[in-house]
């Protein structure tokens, strides 16, 4: 900036770093090619895994692209915006989180050559934008069909599809059935509003040992816990179940407190007074004649007594999710004081309690349930990094099924929905006037990346089979026509039953154009630094002494 007199003025601080215009968008047009390039061989059933490390020296075996993303560090602003996309991927619908960070890679590859040639970025964001429209509007009319929800071989034909991409694939029939049940067991309808909360409610516990094949779905709850006594029984038919939030010790004073004893009959009133305490504390739970007492809090050796006399088994210090899931399991209701309990309040619907040992550990089971509303999984498997992978690939099922029930319609997947799309796309752009047509190609153009990845997966000659692809969508009536994954050649993937849920694909668009628009649209980086003393410290900035000030 130059001031009237000729000499510059400094508006910035002078070691602010500013990069603007064109650069900084192809600098963020690079780096969301480069975070895409990481997963893109992260697609389809050829799918490879990725290896990380963590500075722990812990490591990460994965293909889900979020997971892999989660564990890189990068630098730049623009491949963050890219993570942060896997992200919001994987928590709204839980699947396609590789996918769209593909697709939004290449989204943002098609918008530099209009940069280039001096199209302004609103332009592009305008044809982007009318794209994402017409995208969302053909899939929703002319591609999805309706799933008939008691249909059950195609619930699992599409959960399937999902799997078959990931590790688990080779034991999909059980992950299918254990997806699937899970959800079914959780789900909740009431008024008309049905609710299917699996991060709460569906469990997946991890044990090591044993082979995949033993994994199964409780028809209640696991924990990680043994009893309290070991003279307590541990197996119990149609136990009545109490669950508390409070603990069954002495109550300790608050900080400082100050007792003064003046004689020595007073202390042992004292401990007289605590143990009456547990004493009616233990009557309570006992009035109600329960089998099984479980608390969030600790149990003192006398409860422990005292419910052991009473022939109850006891289980503490549980999570507050465990005791959740456990009371929505076996009906029960957690109450936090002892002197509230009633009959209402005791879970009476689980079939069998009993303890286990898996390994060296001992677990404690609770199934067999009347109508549980809450499940776990149990994995068991080699290792504990194969365990780790199973359960991501475990939770996009999960996901996967739970977008269906939530709305069923299917599209087509394997590619063939996003080459259906682009050709749509491409008969509409001829209707549309002025320099926005060129950018509504592109992104009719850029849909084609994610069946060439899967082309480029398998390791056959991508150009040939893209251009026949192309061939067979141009003709009315082969929508359904994509790349088989495992071996590369065009199949009709209503044949090889390879279903996507709306949901997750609508996500994956939405989510992929709009990033780009939030990149194209960016057009300066001032990143400030911070002086750097000579030992290596930021300096602070100089305060004004008072001598200057007098000066």
Not at 94 to 99: A, E, L, N, R, Y
Request: net charge neutral; proline share 4%; aromatic share 4%.
């Amino acid at each position: 900036m130059m001031s009237q007199n000729g000499g510059p003025v400094m508006v910035l601080n002078t070691n602010t770093n500013r990069k603007s215009g064109h650069k900084v968008q192809k600098e963020n047009i690079a780096a969301g090619k480069a975070i895409a390039d990481v997963v893109r061989t992260c697609i389809g059933p050829r799918a490879m895994l990725k290896m990380l490390m963590d500075p722990m020296g812990g490591i990460v075996m994965t293909n889900d692209g979020n997971a892999i993303l989660r564990e890189i560090t990068v630098q730049h602003p623009a491949a963050k915006s890219f993570i942060e996309i896997a992200r919001t991927q994987d928590e709204e619908v839980g699947d396609g989180t590789t996918s769209v960070v593909v697709l939004a890679g290449e989204i943002l590859g098609v918008a530099e050559q209009f940069l280039e040639q001096k199209i302004h970025p609103t332009v592009i964001i305008k044809a982007y934008r009318q794209a994402l429209e017409d995208m969302l509007n053909i899939l929703d009319k002319e591609f999805s069909i309706p799933l008939p929800m008691d249909d059950e071989n195609k619930l699992i034909e599409v959960i399937q599809s999902c799997i078959g991409t990931k590790f688990i694939g080779t034991w999909s029939d059980l992950a299918c059935s254990i997806a699937l049940n899970a959800v079914k067991t959780v789900r909740i309808k009431e008024d008309g509003r049905t609710e299917i909360d699996i991060k709460r409610y569906a469990k997946v516990e991890k044990v090591p040992g044993g082979a995949i094949e033993d994994s199964e779905l409780l028809n209640g709850i696991m924990l990680n816990k043994d009893i309290t006594h070991p003279k307590m029984r541990r197996l119990i038919k149609n136990p009545r179940i109490i669950l508390l939030d409070c603990s069954l010790e002495f109550k300790k004073g608050e900080s400082q407190t100050e007792v003064e004893i003046v004689k020595e009959t007073d202390f042992t009133r004292l401990l007289q007074i605590e143990e009456e305490y547990i004493k009616q504390v233990c009557k309570d739970i006992v009035a109600l004649k329960p089998d099984l007492v479980c608390t969030e809090k600790g149990v003192s050796d006398l409860a422990q007594h005292y419910l052991l006399k009473a022939n109850v088994s006891v289980i503490r210090r549980l999570r507050k999710s465990d005791n959740n899931r456990l009371a929505r399991a076996c009906n029960a209701t957690i109450v936090t004081r002892t002197d509230e309990l009633c009959e209402g309040h005791v879970g009476t619907e689980a079939g069998r309690f009993e303890v286990k040992k898996i390994g060296d550990e001992y677990f404690t089971f609770i199934t067999e349930c009347i109508n549980p509303k809450a499940c776990t999984i149990l994995l068991r498997g080699p290792s504990k990094d194969i365990l780790n992978e199973v359960e991501r690939n475990l939770q996009d099922a999960l996901h996967v099924a739970k977008n269906i029930m939530l709305n069923p319609r299917l599209v087509a997947g394997g590619g063939s929905i996003e080459m259906a799309i682009s050709q749509a796309l491409l008969k509409r752009s001829s209707n549309i006037a002025g320099v926005v047509q060129w950018p509504y190609k592109a992104v009719a153009e850029a849909l084609e990346v994610i069946p060439r990845t899967l082309l480029q997966n398998c390791g056959v000659s991508t150009i040939r089979t893209m251009t026949s692809l192309r061939a067979k969508h141009a003709i009315k009536g082969n929508e359904y026509w994509g790349i088989n994954g495992e071996t590369g050649e065009l199949s009709n993937m209503k044949d090889l039953k390879i279903w996507e849920p709306i949901v997750v694909k609508s996500q994956v668009y939405k989510t992929a154009i709009e990033t780009a628009i939030l990149l194209v649209r960016i057009d300066d980086i001032v990143s400030g630094t911070k002086k750097i003393g000579d030992d290596g410290q930021p300096k602070p900035s100089a305060q004004p002494t008072e001598e200057s000030m007098k000066e």
